[in-house]
């Protein structure tokens, strides 16, 4: 694609839909897409809807909906018009949301029927205007809980009949926004319960998007992505929108949460050719269906054990997942955490065109990825041109330090927060990302882990909790765990999978007294053999059984905060 003048939203989105007018953009799994033509019509009614309401550059305005075409439009109309979007995560609970909305002060919500419940009957010193996203219409007075359904349906056949009017041909978007004028405020949902408003600038966005694309994976109009993770976070927002809308290609959206009974069908009949992960979806795949299917037997458990047969069962096995996904994809992106090297190891074999990321919201949020041509097991990918990368104060054996990033994809602050600002920022304009990291050959970048959640052992050695939890959850009875310090000792969490402990062992027959006991012997079994495969100051002190799965932030990580002593 050719390069934009000017790094902005606005500039992005013609650009786009001047060279692709008939082409699909934007559509629910079952639906007609909107052609990049009825975007473009849908984005200017509704710039000048909100110009009528007296929305005018540098206002914010806040969106809280689940994923569907109708939210791309308002973010697009939003940033386009000089507003600032405040992207909310549904998962927020109904008082982070109010807080949220008023921090950032934003003047309206585009709020989904499904969320409106969250705000719509919520006690504010200043209401803001509340429009209703599937329809694009005012909500004059409040819904009555017992209307909300039907009003919800009306929007969605409101908007359906608003399609059919979008023109063809428009002018393009009028604004006087610059590369540096603020396009979002996203307010983040972290490992340790602080939330903060990222701010970031339109080409701290739409840089990012460029470089990925140009560097690290191409993407064109014959692409098709199925989005599984919320809008409301960068890295959907800014690789499985942005990206697709700067050139071409078609996003579709699920009308339910991604479970294999809706997910399976979906990609089944749009074969998407991309799609954007967290490692939990993955890794569920392996250890659920997958790996079951590999050792099913003695005679493939053993068979497993062998390199030569492992990797011939993981190529049958990979061929079987790409006919799963629909049998198109060549990026499979999967980014937010740490990917179990046992699921990677599959990966990697079998074949199958994934990729890993990283980056944070305060860097818009790319920082190292890179395409399935160029994966390096264990590797986070290669940070990408145009942005600078250093370890800073690496150790001098091991090479290890904090990540710091600078350049043009870095937030210029957290929203009236200078204190918090300055402590993530070096006055040379470094952003600490606060994560531990190795720079090795041809730029390759490796993860270490948070420096909040290491733990230094008894002779100052780094311990770090992610490398433990990676070997815990090999164990094919377990699903994910969570590894941190208590009173000087190394405690584990565990998260156990119940549907293999009842297909080995029959736990389900078994009364609750039998259970209890099966289960503190199985706890000792896996702390032992974790720590035959950890250092010595590394090892497991006590491990214990977590009955819920763990609480996390969108992009599946553990909220560590809420389990620590």
């Known amino acids: 694609m050719e390069p934009l003048r000017t790094y902005t939203l606005g500039e992005m989105i013609n650009a786009t839909c001047n060279a692709f007018p008939h082409k699909p953009a934007l559509s629910m799994v079952d639906e007609q897409p909107l052609t990049y033509a009825d975007i473009r019509f849908h984005v200017q009614e509704l710039i000048e809807f909100m110009q009528s309401e007296g929305i005018g550059k540098g206002d914010k305005v806040a969106i809280l909906s689940q994923n569907m075409p109708q939210w791309g439009i308002a973010y697009l109309a939003i940033t386009s018009m000089g507003a600032i979007v405040v992207p909310i995560l549904t998962d927020f609970h109904n008082n982070e949301i109010l807080q949220i909305i008023k921090h950032s002060g934003s003047k309206m919500v585009f709020v989904s029927g499904n969320m409106y419940d969250k705000i719509g009957y919520a006690d504010f010193e200043n209401r803001p205007m509340m429009v209703m996203i599937e329809s694009f219409k005012p909500i004059k007075t409040e819904i009555p809980k017992d209307s909300l359904k039907d009003f919800i349906e009306e929007g969605k056949k409101s908007f359906n009949l608003l399609k059919t009017k979008a023109m063809q041909a428009i002018g393009l978007i009028k604004s006087e926004v610059g590369e540096d004028d603020i396009a979002a405020i996203i307010y983040t949902s972290g490992t340790t319960g602080n939330s903060k408003g990222v701010m970031l600038t339109h080409k701290n966005l739409v840089y990012d998007a460029y470089i990925t694309i140009t560097h690290i994976q191409r993407v064109d109009e014959h692409d098709r992505l199925i989005s599984i993770l919320p809008l409301s976070h960068t890295y959907e927002c800014t690789i499985g929108f942005i990206i697709p809308m700067m050139t071409g290609a078609c996003v579709y959206y699920l009308d339910k949460p991604p479970t294999a009974k809706v997910l399976v069908p979906a990609m089944q009949k749009i074969q998407p050719t991309m799609i954007l992960s967290v490692p939990l979806v993955i890794e569920k795949i392996f250890k659920l269906q997958v790996h079951p299917q590999l050792t099913g037997n003695l005679v493939f458990r053993e068979l497993y054990k ?84 250093r370890i800073d104060n690496p150790d001098r054996k091991t090479g290890e330090g904090e990540i710091q990033v600078r350049g043009a994809t870095v937030m210029k602050g957290y929203y009236r927060d200078k204190e918090r600002t300055e402590q993530a920022l070096t006055p040379d304009g470094w952003f600490k990302t606060g994560d531990l990291g190795i720079l090795k050959k041809n730029n390759y970048l490796y993860i270490k882990g948070r420096i909040k959640n290491v733990i230094v052992g008894p002779s100052g050695e780094n311990i770090y909790p992610e490398e433990i939890e990676a070997v815990i959850n090999e164990q094919e009875c377990v699903l994910e765990s969570m590894v941190y310090e208590s009173q000087g000792k190394i405690v584990a969490r565990v998260f156990l999978n119940y549907e293999f402990l009842e297909r080995t062992m029959g736990m389900d027959k078994m009364s609750n007294s039998v259970v209890e006991k099966e289960i503190k012997s199985l706890l000792d079994s896996i702390r032992s053999t974790v720590n035959r495969n950890v250092s010595a100051f590394s090892a497991v002190h006590k491990m214990i059984e977590q009955k819920e799965p763990f609480e996390k932030t969108p992009t599946q990580k553990i909220k560590r905060f809420l389990y620590q002593d």
């Open 306 to 389: 062998l390199p030569p047969t492992r990797k011939l069962l993981h190529k049958v096995a990979g061929k079987k997942l790409m006919k799963t996904f629909g049998g198109k994809i060549h990026f499979f992106g999967i980014g937010g955490a740490l990917l179990s090297a046992e699921v990677e190891r599959f990966l990697l074999e079998a074949g199958f065109p994934y990729a890993i990321g990283y980056g944070l919201t305060e860097t818009s949020p790319l920082i190292a990825g890179s395409s399935p041509a160029k994966v390096k097991f264990r590797a986070t990918g290669i940070t990408i041109p145009g942005i600078e990368v």
